[in-house]
């Protein structure tokens, strides 16, 4: 396993771009999240605080840093598809075939690299919200801020596995464009399917059939917080009341296309022809 990373972080890192876009990744989420701790002054007409809407309390801060954190991870799914299209246009993936490296050895390679950067960020999302927390959260007991840490397990699953799919799309591709653009096409067939079983059936079996769908139940993982926020602004009111809870069906689920992707991706290269 260890061979293998260092394999792979050496062709990452001898790549400009690979370098740019990894930095990008990690770097730009942080920064969002650091610029909301801060007081914006607009003009003299009003100061924006978002740590007065509470967003920086224990527990909802794991919700928070989580989900606005997985939104930037197009940029490393760029990488992802560019390792497998600079592998076949640059010949490198028979090369490495013919000095002994097995088709599952590769695929594996790539996968390796997915858990060791979804883990690294999962690792600084932890310690930038336990930081920020601990400066403006209005509750620092123990029990209150471990509460509700299985976001961060969310948070881990759904970069893995939204990575392999990018994998298993570059493996099919073959070209990082290419790749890309099947994945926005899964995206509108999976609305599409979402809108033809409400027409034919009901919203209620549709959502619960999209809800096993690649990328409709990543997102799934970890909901959107705005409804949360709200509801801690205005407790009374019922009517925005809803479930943001990690469910562990759902994070099944998602192991399951992990797994479905990444033998997909092996069982693809293997009958291919290099």
């Known amino acids: 396993m260890r061979r293998l990373l260092e394999i792979e972080l050496q062709k990452l890192l001898l790549n400009r771009t690979s370098k740019i876009l990894i930095f990008i990744s990690f770097i730009l989420p942080l920064c969002v999240i650091l610029l909301s701790a801060l007081k914006i002054n607009f003009f003299g007409f009003f100061?924006?605080?978002l740590g007065e809407l509470g967003i920086f309390n224990f527990p909802i801060i794991w919700h928070i840093t989580t989900f606005f954190s997985a939104l930037f991870k197009f940029f490393f799914a760029i990488v992802v598809v560019s390792m497998i299209g600079n592998e076949y246009s640059n010949k490198t993936l028979k090369q490495n075939l013919i000095d002994g490296l097995s088709k599952k050895e590769f695929i594996l390679s790539k996968f390796y690299v997915i858990i060791f950067f979804s883990?690294?960020?999962t690792v600084i999302i932890f310690i930038l919200s336990l930081v920020l927390g601990l400066i403006y959260s209005?509750?620092?007991?123990?029990?209150?801020?471990?509460?509700?840490?299985?976001?961060?397990?969310?948070?881990f699953v759904k970069?893995?596995?939204?990575?392999?799919?990018?994998l298993f799309l570059g493996v099919l591709a073959k070209r990082s464009a290419f790749a890309l653009a099947f994945l926005f096409v899964d995206l509108i067939l999976e609305w599409i399917v979402f809108g033809i079983l409400t027409w034919k059936g009901s919203w209620e079996m549709a959502q619960k059939v999209q809800g096993f769908l690649p990328l409709t139940s990543m997102s799934n993982l970890i909901k959107q917080p705005f409804q949360r926020i709200a509801m801690t602004k205005f407790p009374g009111n019922s009517d925005i009341v809803y479930d943001y809870s990690v469910h562990i069906e759902t994070i099944l689920i998602v192991m399951c296309w992990t797994v479905v992707f990444i033998y997909s991706s092996y069982r693809l290269l293997k009958k291919r022809d290099l």
Not at 144 to 151: C, K, L, N, Y
Not at 159 to 166: D, E, I, P, R, T
Request: proline letters at 0%.
């Open 138 to 155: 209005s509750y620092t007991e123990f029990h209150i801020i471990t509460q509700q840490m299985e976001f961060l397990i969310a948070y």
């Open 159 to 166: 970069l893995v596995a939204f990575f392999s799919f990018c």
């Open 119 to 121: 883990l690294v960020s």
């Open 47 to 49: 100061t924006l605080e």
